[in-house]
């Protein structure tokens, strides 16, 4: 099956500081989404982007989908940023509905 | 209320009890979806289901049995489960269940004793 792997596993940070978070996969896709895990389980989608690239306040995603990556810039981040960042892609269009999770990237912002 | 629901928060049972979780989705969406996730590790597909009709089955063991009755509901049947099964169980829907974004309840926490 398709691998999503993403880096880096963990991340510390200090508040106003920018990071870049990575997803690569292994095959081609037709979904692509980056959530947020906030520490009380909640997943919240930040981005919908099987390709290009798409901005959202201090958020920002790019999808490569030639080159099988994604990244997830988070500019001068904030303590609420904390949590867990989610990398899910759906492969293919007979895989329809199957969204394969990465590992995440745990990332805790210092005030 | 909005977007997806999900009951109870928090289950805790023994071995030998049933419960059923339960999702409702107010988004109009025709496809739902249960995600596992178990501590430390990525979310785990369990089931799909379209237009009320199961899709996917990911090989999930018949101690959790789904129910769709409408596009709207989705349930999860718990019966005679192990101490492993404890994990933060989710829902998702998502307008189609090709390529579309898949929006997740705030998850049940079970733990079986």
């Known amino acids: 099956g398709i691998q999503v792997e993403q880096s880096p596993p963990d991340l510390i940070l200090q508040e106003g500081a920018n990071s870049t978070l990575r997803c690569n996969f292994s095959?081609?896709?037709?979904?692509l989404q980056w959530f947020h895990q906030n520490p009380w389980g909640q997943l919240i989608n930040l981005f919908y982007?099987?390709?290009g690239t798409k901005q959202n306040g201090r958020l920002s995603a790019t999808t490569v989908a030639t080159e099988r990556y994604s990244l997830l810039y988070i500019s001068s981040s904030q303590t609420t940023d904390s949590g867990v960042y989610f990398c899910?892609?759906?492969?293919?269009?007979?895989?329809?509905?199957?969204?394969?999770f990465g590992q995440g990237t745990e990332l805790s912002v210092k005030p | 209320e909005t977007g997806v629901t999900q009951t109870p928060r928090h289950l805790v049972m023994g071995m030998t009890n049933k419960k059923s979780l339960k999702c409702e989705q107010h988004l109009g969406h025709n496809a739902m979806y249960w995600y596992k996730q178990s501590a430390k590790k990525p979310l785990e597909l369990m089931f799909v289901?379209?237009?009320?009709?199961?899709?996917e089955n990911n090989s999930v063991p018949s101690r959790f049995s789904p129910e769709c009755p409408n596009s709207s509901h989705l349930f999860l049947h718990l019966h005679t489960l192990q101490p492993e099964d404890s994990a933060l169980y989710l829902c998702?829907?998502?307008?189609?269940?090709?390529?579309?974004?898949?929006?997740f309840g705030p998850g049940t926490r079970l733990t079986v004793t």
């Open positions: 095959d081609s896709v037709n979904n």
């Open positions: 899910a892609v759906e492969r293919g269009y007979n895989q329809g509905g199957k969204l394969i």
């Open positions: 998702a829907s998502s307008q189609e269940y090709r390529a579309y974004e898949q929006y």
């Open positions: 289901y379209n237009f009320k009709e199961q899709t």
């Open positions: 982007i099987p390709s």
